[in-house]
Each structure stands twice: as C-alpha cells, then as structure tokens.
C-alpha cells in the first residue's frame, strides 16, 4: 500500500484510554496508580492497542479529578511519584506502546502557585496569568460556568476586588493566553513532557484557549448555547500555531485536541497538515446526539436516530478525505459507557452490541478510541442516589437544581444515564472483593456486574467473549490497512436498523454491516456485487448458514459481519 500517502503511527495505532484513579489500586488507599498501570502493561498489550492516553496524573487537590492541575511538572502524589512515571514510560516503551499525556491549559487549579500569586495584589508579576475584571467596572458581563453552582464563571475575590474567570469550576480559574509568558510557560512545560519521552497530548477544552480580553456582551445568537462561543475566541489559530512552532513540530508526537463547539465548516482549520497546528480533534456531534438541544447534560426526549448516527460519521469523515485526520470514539471519561449508550446493555443484546460497537470503531477511518473497559463490556452503573456521586459536575448540578426548585427525581433520572461517574467505575479485573481492583473500598462503588463474568479474568480464557473478540477485531484491522486508510462509501443510508458501508482501497474492497437494533433484518443487496465475498468477521455465528454471501443478508440483532469482496 505505498501509495498511500502520509502514513503516520497515530493513524494507525489504537488508542486505549485510561482513566487512571479507576484502573489498579496497589497501595491499599482505593484510588488507582502508576504502579498499578505497570502491573497491567501486559495486559494492555495483549489487547492489540498502541497508543496509551493517560488522563491527568498531575499534582492536583481533585477538584475535579486531575483537571484542575496545581504543578504541571509533578506527579499526584495519590498516583505515585516521578520515579513510577519513569517506569511506566520505561516499561511502555520496551513494549513498544506510546504515551498521550492529558494537557489541561484552559486553566489550572487555584493552589497552582501563578494563581496563588496572582490573586495577591493587583499589580503581582502573575497578576496576568489569568483573566481579571476589576469591580469597579461594575458586574462583568455574563460569562456561562460548566461546575459552578450557580453557573457563573465569574468569581468575586475580595483580596483585590475583582472577579476572576472560570469556565469550569470556581477552583478551575482560567489561564490568560494573551499574555505571551503564560504562553511561553505552557511551551516549556510541554517540552518538558516530550523531553522525557512522552509521546503525545490530548488536549482539554483546547477550542476555548483564546478570549477576547475585552470580555463583550456575547451576541444573542448564542443565548442558551455559550459552547460555539467559547471556542471562537480571536486569536485560536494563531496560539495553536504558535504552540506547533515553540513543541509540537520539534517532536515526532500526535496531538489531539478536546473541541467543543467546533463544527464541520471550521474543522480543517485545525488539522489541515499545511497550517501546522494538531493532528486530530473530537468533535461533539455525536456526544450531543442524544442529549436536547443545546443542552451538554441532559438527555433528549425520545431516541436518536440510527440516519443520525450514519450522518454525523458520514460528513465527518469527508471532511477528511483528502486532508487532516479524525478520530473515532464512542465514550471517554465525561460520558457513559458506549454499550449503554449506543448498543443495549440489557442480558439478550449485551454481548452482540458490545463486539458491534467494537467493529464499528475499528473499520471505520480515524484513530479509534477505546476507554478502559470498553474491551470486556463495562457497563454503565445508573446510581439511584446523589450520595454515590463523586463527580463535581453532578453533585454541583444537583445543588443548582435544588436552588432553582427543580425536581430532584428528574435530576437523578437524567443522571443515571448522562452522568460521567457512569464511566468512572473501577476497572473489572476479576470476581474477588471490588472487582480486584482493591482491597479497601474504592473511591466509587464497582459495578455488580463483575460478579456476572464482565471480567477480564472470566473472559481471558474464553474464545468467544467480548474480549477475545475486541483482540480479534484489533488484529484484523491491522491485517487490512484498509480499514485504516480506505475510502468510505456510505449504503443503505435510510436504512433506520442497519449501518452499511464499503471500505475501499485500489481493488480491496470491504463490506461492514452492522444491525444496531434489537430486531432481525433482512437486507437485499444490490448496490455490490456480494456473491463473491468472502467473511472475515462475524460477531454471531449462530446464523452461520445465512452469512453465506448471495444477493442478501440476513442480520441477528446487534450483529456485525465484515466481508472481503472480490
Ligand atoms: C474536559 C475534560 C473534563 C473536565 C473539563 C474541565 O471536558 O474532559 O473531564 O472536567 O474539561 O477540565
């Protein structure tokens, strides 16, 4: 496959995402760590992935788990220390897996020692690190808040009268890129990282770095929906570009950066190759497919649609057919568990949308993203009440909700779907006390269901679970570039159960089929010839004599068949 051009390591790796506090405790505290990620290296490689993206492991008082960083150059000291970093790094790279570190730039943590001094007095040499407005000047204007309670972003500190930003939450202030020693500082701490060896950054909320220091009133247009706003900000590409010049481009890394509020029409301004500036981004399109309008937490009123689905992958990945680069992801850290949310995790339907889902992310073009867990079925946990949430977002939310005289019982419904501590549950290694992931209680409950084989322990030896086929399915991706490189070609785009496409390169052709409902489905296939096609995959063969190729296919529900066509 020579002709392909510009192949890259982060364009055919997998990536496997790990959300450390919640993947192996070994020193008895209930929270997860770098040793215990060491532990699990060979594990991880036996999965077939490549590439490991590590969420926050920074010094950080956890306001919001991590991402609220107080030393960038340090190590949580619940995680470990720089010398288990080190070994980490060391024993990924004998193993020959890359590193993505977490870059959390919008803002840090307020203990960070820039805002320790900056909120000292107005005229302190970091005073301008962050985003200021002096109360003399009135009220600032509306600025919308994720965590805060009441959702205002701006926060009065009485020490020099003024009220600083914070987009997220009130320990989260916002960091001043249009000062160019913040800049600098963020450069030299990204270095930093890559000196070492890192191999990478995804990069938090990157969309919304620039803002107009003016702060004006924001435009109507985008009342009830601040998130477009933010990430319009001025001077974006320019701070992306610069940040390209002063790291990124001096190491042979992959950066992806979190983009909410960037839609189709600007997406090549960001990973356009001739503009210089990151590899890959995540879009929202899909992570707002089910929620309302506009709305990041809460659900939508009936169900998405599957031409919803087919839509948002189509035009995406035609955004970057000829230039930049997508990646592919079903779930992270901030929303459920993709088999809950996409699939159907009742008893009948967990198995086949679960290894369904797991063909969809690895036959389509774009780096596929798969979150810890992911590999044996974790599932989402849909805890009934406030007390077993640990996210700030819930729990501050839920005051908000109190305050406004909002039902409560609503609130708790919305959460046991759309909350992000459905996607924090400890890892499922084995059916031992909490799941094996400690010996203490753990810092939020484990799921049941590790007592009903969704293990790694009770998977491993078996050659049909979900995990045997996820190793399947990443090994079959790498056999056929591809399904890393091919163009797509949507079929059946009406069509409201199955999700058809061809993946094509030169004269290799590949037909992924894929029934996202619960119901059976016959498919009359006249758009390819399919006689001559040959199975590759099926994550069903109980109707074994129906995936013969003729002029139809017959699909069991969830069930996913990828065929070679001659
Ligand atoms: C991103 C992170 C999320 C975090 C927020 C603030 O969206 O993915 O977990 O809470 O930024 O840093």
Do not use: C
């Not at 150059?73 to 980490?88: C, K, P, V, Y």
């Not at 929620?291 to 939508?300: L, S, T």
């Not at 999700?499 to 409902?517: D, G, H, I, P, Q």
């Amino acid at each position: 496959m020579k002709e392909i051009l510009n192949r890259q390591w982060w364009k055919e790796g997998i990536v496997y995402q790990i959300y450390p506090r919640s993947f192996q405790d070994t020193t008895g505290n209930g929270v997860g760590d770098i040793k215990g990620i060491i532990q699990r290296l060979d594990y991880i490689k036996s999965l077939g992935v490549d590439i490991i993206w590590l969420n926050p492991i920074y010094q950080s008082p956890n306001d919001d788990n991590g991402y609220d960083i107080s030393d960038y150059r340090n190590i949580m000291a619940e995680f470990g220390t720089m010398e288990d970093f080190d070994s980490l790094l060391e024993g990924m790279k004998t193993r020959g897996l890359k590193l993505v570190m977490d870059l959390v730039v919008n803002h840090s943590s307020d203990e960070h020692y820039w805002f320790q001094e900056s909120r000292k007095s107005r005229d302190n040499p970091y005073r301008d690190y962050y985003h200021w407005w002096p109360a003399e000047k009135g009220t600032p204007p509306k600025r919308w808040s994720y965590f805060d309670v009441d959702a205002n972003a701006w926060k009065y500190d009485a020490t020099t009268d003024a009220y600083y930003l914070h987009y997220f939450s009130v320990k989260q202030p916002d960091l001043n890129w249009e000062n160019p020693k913040l800049r600098q500082e963020v450069y030299s701490l990204m270095n930093f990282w890559f000196e070492k060896g890192v191999d990478g950054f995804r990069m938090d909320v990157i969309s919304f770095i620039s803002k107009d220091p003016n702060f004006p009133e924001i435009p109507e247009k985008y009342n009830g929906n601040y998130v477009p706003f933010y990430a319009a900000g001025p001077r974006l590409h320019e701070f992306l570009h610069e940040m390209h010049t002063e790291s990124l481009g001096k190491y042979d890394v992959m950066s992806v950066g979190e983009a909410p509020g960037v839609f189709l029409e600007d997406a090549l301004n960001f990973v356009n190759e001739d503009r210089e500036e990151l590899n890959m981004f995540f879009h929202f399109d899909l992570m707002s497919l089910d929620r309302k309008e506009g709305e990041v937490f809460w659900m939508r009123d009936g169900n998405w649609k599957l031409s919803e689905f087919k839509k948002v992958h189509s035009n995406w990945d035609e955004v970057f057919a000829k230039k930049g680069w997508g990646s592919m992801f079903l779930s992270n850290h901030d929303f459920p568990r993709s088999n809950s949310r996409w699939g159907n995790d009742s008893a009948a339907h967990w198995y086949n949308s679960t290894t369904m889902l797991q063909t969809f992310l690895l036959s389509m073009r774009g780096t596929p993203y798969f979150y810890y867990g992911d590999e044996i079925g974790m599932t989402n946990i849909r805890f009934d009440k406030i007390e077993d949430y640990r996210d700030i977002n819930t729990i501050n939310r839920y005051e908000l909700a109190k305050n406004n005289g909002e039902s409560l019982e609503d609130f708790i419904a919305n959460e046991k779907e759309a909350s992000r501590d459905n996607a924090r549950t400890p890892m499922q290694w084995d059916s031992s006390n909490h799941a094996g992931f400690t010996e203490v209680t753990p810092w939020i409950k484990v799921n049941k269901n590790y007592q009903e084989g969704i293990t790694v322990a009770d998977q491993e030896g078996d050659k049909d679970s979900v995990l045997s086929y996820f190793k399947r399915m990443t090994q079959l991706r790498k056999d056929h570039l591809t399904l890393v490189y091919g163009d797509y070609t949507l079929l059946q785009e009406t069509n409201e159960q199955v999700y058809m496409y061809l993946r094509t390169w030169n004269k290799e052709r590949y037909l992924v089929a894929l029934n996202f409902s619960t119901k059976f489905s016959r498919i009359e296939i006249d758009e390819v010839s399919f006689e001559k096609g040959r199975l590759l995959i099926s994550n069903d063969m109980d109707n074994a004599e129906s995936l013969i190729p003729g002029t139809f296919l017959e699909l069991q529900p969830y069930q996913a068949v990828i065929y070679s066509l001659e």
